[in-house]
């Protein structure tokens, strides 16, 4: 694949210096704080600035430090007038850039020059217009405008999208060539479920929240319920139970939503002693993966969807809706199933096969290799093996595992 060289320049001082590591720009406006963006800007920096051929600066207007091998810059952001948010930050950004000359910019936000752009979301015209359904504000407008001068006046080399649904909305919108953009998935720490006893965590769990040993349990874990799709969840399993009346089948709701309304709507599918609401679960959700037997998320639009491929590497089969990211990940009838959302009975019947015990086992084992394969240490050596390619570098796989795991 033809990727152009940067042509941005680290400063020589030395002949060994100017040869020993590479100088990158990250830039995101917050970095290590909660959110999925931002989990995936913190856990592949961190393994990038441990690479030794690389030194990396974050421009950022605020983060959690986490790496001593990272120098952080603070960039303004005007955020009143709102409409200002997006082209203050992009502004204050240039203008920090001017003091340093990197070998690569890779930002993960509308900005106006860089070489490399993590793509995390869909364009900001289709979110408001398809996804939202509101009318444009001034803030959408500029924001618009960033992202159009953005891709189609900047120096961007090479776009990432998170998925095929991101990439497919931004070849859509923008003239970017198919040899400018490499879908590069989020990773998932696979240490964090590894290192639990599941035996213990089913225990414990199904003990706190009145769950019994032999009920199967489907879980959700959303921080939206309505655009994660719960009602139709609900809707769905109701179904399944309805086909499946000698299985004791239970919804464990993590998260934070309006759970007065979904309680009704539970009620009103006649199954509301069979959903739990465990509400906002901000430590040890690992322990509610390994208490589960399955997982869904139906929604109405997600760029990825990480809780997915945690949940896979929990051993979990996934049911998710085709307006997920994550089915770039999901083989039907295999590790998991990628539903419509419009068809309500036809989920409770996916459902309904992971009720067999047998086939719920193979599909949770294929769900973890599946996970097994999509690592934040196998996204980063992706993203690096980029780096290399651009600035015309010798790739050493076996180098850059060893980097990584460090």
């Not at 856990?43 to 051929?53: F, Y």
């Not at 609401?277 to 869904?296: P, Q, R, T």
């Not at 639009?301 to 590497?313: N, P, V």
């Not at 996934?318 to 990211?325: A, F, P, R, T």
Request: glycine fraction near 6%.
């Amino acid at each position: 694949m033809p990727i152009e060289k940067s042509n941005c320049t680290i400063p020589v001082k030395s002949k060994r210096l100017a040869t020993s590591f590479r100088t990158i720009a990250v830039v995101v406006p917050k970095y290590g704080l909660i959110g999925g963006g931002e989990k995936f800007v913190l856990e592949l920096t961190e393994r990038i600035a441990a690479c030794e051929r690389y030194h990396v600066h974050v421009f950022a207007n605020q983060w959690k430090k986490r790496s001593d091998k990272i120098t952080f810059h603070k960039v303004p952001i005007i955020t009143f007038p709102k409409f200002l948010t997006t082209v203050s930050f992009a502004w204050f950004v240039k203008k920090k850039m001017q003091k340093i000359n990197f070998d690569l910019i890779h930002t993960h936000e509308r900005i106006f020059d860089a070489d490399i752009c993590t793509l995390h979301s869909v364009p900001h015209f289709f979110w408001v217009s398809e996804i939202r359904k509101k009318r444009k504000s001034l803030f959408d407008y500029s924001t618009i405008w960033v992202e159009r001068r953005f891709i189609e006046r900047g120096t961007c080399k090479m776009f990432l999208p998170v998925s095929s649904i991101t990439e497919k909305r931004f070849l859509q919108e923008f003239s970017i060539s198919r040899n400018n953009i490499r879908t590069i998935h989020p990773g998932v720490d696979f240490d964090r479920f590894e290192t639990l006893e599941r035996s213990q965590c089913r225990c414990s769990v199904r003990q706190r929240y009145g769950l019994s040993g032999s009920d199967i349990v489907m879980l959700f874990v959303g921080m939206n319920f309505e655009l994660k799709g719960l009602d139709t969840l609900i809707a769905a399993i109701s179904s399944a139970k309805r086909d499946n009346a000698h299985k004791t089948l239970k919804l464990l709701v993590a998260g934070k939503g309006n759970e007065k309304k979904y309680r009704k709507i539970s009620e009103k599918f006649g199954i509301a002693e069979d959903v739990i609401f465990a509400g906002l679960v901000e430590k040890n959700i690992e322990e509610l993966y390994l208490a589960s037997d399955m997982f869904s998320m139906l929604s109405r639009f997600d760029t990825f969807g990480m809780t997915a491929l945690e949940a896979m590497a929990a051993s979990l089969p996934v049911i998710i809706s085709n307006n997920v990211g994550a089915k770039d990940l999901i083989k039907d009838n295999y590790n998991g199933f990628v539903v419509d959302l419009q068809e309500v009975d036809a989920i409770g019947k996916k459902i309904g096969i992971l009720l067999n015990d047998n086939v719920r086992e193979r599909m949770a084992e294929e769900a973890k290799k599946t996970a097994r394969e999509n690592t934040w240490d196998q996204m980063a050596g992706k993203v690096l093996a980029v780096y290399d390619q651009m600035l015309g570098l010798q790739s050493d796989d076996s180098e850059k595992e060893n980097h990584l795991k460090r």
